[in-house]
C-alpha cells in the first residue's frame, strides 16, 4: 500500500498544479494591460563581468582556495539574480510579442514572431544557465559559460526594439542597459 | 463498471445511490459515454474533427467502447471474466490512443514555436520514457494474485497508463507555463479535461491495483465515472463554447531612452 500511497500524493499534487496553472492562465489574460511595467532593466555590463572567466581566473590567482570559494559563490549569487531578472523579461517580452502577433501590419506581426522566437529562446537558455550556475555553486572551482545567454539577450533587445518601433514609433523601448 | 464482483446486475434499487448498479452508477456510466459520441458528432458535423482528429478517434472509441463494456456488464448471461477479458484489450487499445493524442497536443503547443518546437519533441520523448520505466517499476511491485491474471493485470495497466498520462500532461501544463505559451483555447481544454482525468485515475487505479479498499471498491469506480464526466463536459464546454476574445490593447512598451539605447546598440554591433 506504501506504492499506492506515494502514487495518490503524486496524483493529488499533480491536479493541483494543473489546476493551478489553468486558473493562473485565466487570471494571466485578464492582466496583460500592465505587461510593460513588470520588465525590468539588466546591467548587461556588470552581467558580462560577473561572468567574464577572465575576473574569474584572476580572482582565483590572486585568493586563497577558501577565500575564492566564498568570492565565487557571492558572484554566482548575483549571477543567478541576473539571469533570473532576463529570464523573466524573456516571459514578459513572450507575452508582449504574443498580443501582437494579432496585429493587421504585416512588419509587426514578423517583428512580434521574432521577438517571441528570441524570447522563449533566452528562456530556454535561462533555465539551462540557471542549473549550470547553481551547479558551479555546488562546486565553484569548476567553469562556467554564461556568454551565449549575454549573447542572447542582446539579439532579443534588438527584436524588442524593433517591435516598439513598428508599433508604436514615437515611444522609446529598453529593456536592457547598457 | 469495473467491479470484479459482478453478480448484482440490472438496475438496484437500494438505499444507496453509492451503490454498484445503482441509478446514479449507471447514470455516470451512460451518460458521459453517449455525452462523448455526442461530442464526436457535433466535431464532425461542424468539420472540426479535422483540427482535432486524434480528439475525435478517442471520443468515438470511448463510446463504442462504452458501447461494447456496458452489455457485457449488464447481461448476466455473460460471465464476468469475458468483461475482464475485452476491458484488458479495450485498455490497451485505449493507451495507445491516447499517447498519440497527448503526443499530438504536445505537437500543437509546442509546434508553432520555432524556437521550441525541437524542445517539445525532446520533452515527450525522454519524460514518455522515463514515465514508462516509473510505470513499470511501480506495476511490477503490484500484487497479481487472482485466478484470472487479467483482473489485476487490467487494474496494473490502468495505473501505468495513468502514470504516464498524467505525468506527461503536468509536463505539459507546467512547460507551458514557464514558457508562458498561447494554448490554443481547444487544445488547453482537451489537455485540461485529459489532465483532471487522469490524475484522479491514477489515484484511483494505484489504490485498486495494490489491493486497498478492497470492500469500497464501488466507491473508487463512482470516483472514476464521475471524474470521466467532469472531463466530458470540459471538453463540451472548451470545444463548442468559442472563446471570448478579450480585446488586447496595443502592447504599450516601457517608456525609455531609445536614443541611448539605440546609440549603445550599435556600439555594440561595431565591436
Known amino acids: 500500500m506504501t506504492l499506492a500511497i506515494i502514487l495518490v500524493i503524486a496524483a493529488v499534487l499533480s491536479l493541483v498544479a494543473i489546476l493551478g496553472v489553468a486558473i493562473t492562465r485565466s487570471l494571466q489574460i485578464s492582466s496583460d494591460a500592465s505587461l510593460a511595467s513588470q520588465i525590468r532593466p539588466v546591467d548587461v555590463e556588470a552581467f558580462r563581468n560577473l561572468a567574464d572567466p577572465v575576473e574569474d581566473a584572476y580572482l582565483r590567482s590572486r585568493l586563497p582556495v577558501a577565500e575564492f570559494r566564498k568570492v565565487r559563490r557571492a558572484r554566482l549569487r548575483a549571477l543567478a539574480a541576473y539571469v533570473r531578472t532576463a529570464g523573466k523579461n524573456a516571459a514578459v517580452l513572450v507575452r508582449m510579442g504574443q498580443n501582437a502577433l494579432a496585429s493587421n501590419d504585416a512588419a509587426t506581426a514578423e517583428a512580434a514572431q521574432q521577438l517571441v522566437n528570441q524570447a522563449l529562446l533566452l528562456r530556454r537558455n535561462a533555465a539551462h544557465a540557471l542549473l549550470r550556475i547553481y551547479a558551479a555553486m555546488a562546486w565553484p572551482n569548476s567553469h562556467l559559460a554564461a556568454a551565449p545567454i549575454l549573447d542572447r539577450y542582446n539579439q532579443l533587445s534588438g527584436a524588442a526594439m524593433l517591435l516598439g518601433r513598428l508599433q508604436n514609433p514615437a515611444v522609446p523601448v529598453r529593456i536592457a542597459v547598457w | ?271
Open chain 2, 1 to 271: 463498471m469495473f467491479l470484479e464482483e459482478r453478480g448484482c446486475r440490472g438496475i438496484v434499487r437500494g438505499d444507496s445511490m453509492f451503490e454498484a448498479h445503482s441509478f446514479l452508477w449507471h447514470y455516470l456510466w451512460v451518460a458521459p459515454n453517449l455525452l462523448l459520441g455526442a461530442l464526436g458528432g457535433i466535431l464532425w458535423r461542424r468539420g472540426v474533427h479535422k483540427e482535432f482528429r486524434t480528439f475525435f478517434v478517442y471520443a468515438w472509441f470511448q463510446a463504442v467502447q462504452w458501447a461494447v463494456l456496458y452489455p457485457i456488464d449488464v447481461i448476466s448471461s455473460i460471465p464476468a471474466a469475458d468483461f475482464w477479458r475485452v476491458y484488458w484489450l479495450s485498455s490497451l487499445l485505449e493507451s495507445i490512443i491516447v499517447f498519440i493524442l497527448i503526443s499530438d497536443i504536445f505537437a500543437n503547443v509546442f509546434g508553432s514555436y520555432a524556437a521550441l518546437a525541437h524542445l517539445g519533441k525532446l520533452l515527450i520523448r525522454w519524460a514518455g520514457a522515463l514515465l514508462l520505466i516509473t510505470a513499470t517499476a511501480f506495476g511490477a511491485r503490484a500484487p497479481i494474485d487472482h485466478p484470472f491474471w487479467f483482473i489485476p493485470a487490467s487494474h496494473v495497466l490502468q495505473e501505468a497508463m495513468y502514470v504516464v498520462v498524467s505525468g506527461l500532461i503536468l509536463l505539459l501544463f507546467v512547460s507551458a507555463a514557464y514558457f508562458r505559451l498561447a494554448w490554443n483555447h481547444r487544445v488547453f481544454g482537451i489537455a485540461l479535461g485529459l489532465g483532471v482525468s487522469a490524475c484522479v485515475h491514477l489515484a484511483t487505479w494505484a489504490v485498486m491495483a495494490n489491493g486497498g479498499l478492497a470492500e469500497k471498491r464501488h466507491l473508487l469506480d463512482l470516483v472514476n465515472l464521475a471524474t470521466f464526466h467532469v472531463a466530458v463536459l470540459i471538453w463540451f464546454y472548451y470545444l463548442l463554447v468559442p472563446e471570448t476574445v478579450a480585446r488586447k490593447p496595443l502592447v504599450a512598451l516601457p517608456e525609455n531612452n531609445l536614443a541611448v539605447w539605440n546609440r549603445e546598440l550599435e556600439r555594440l554591433l561595431q565591436q
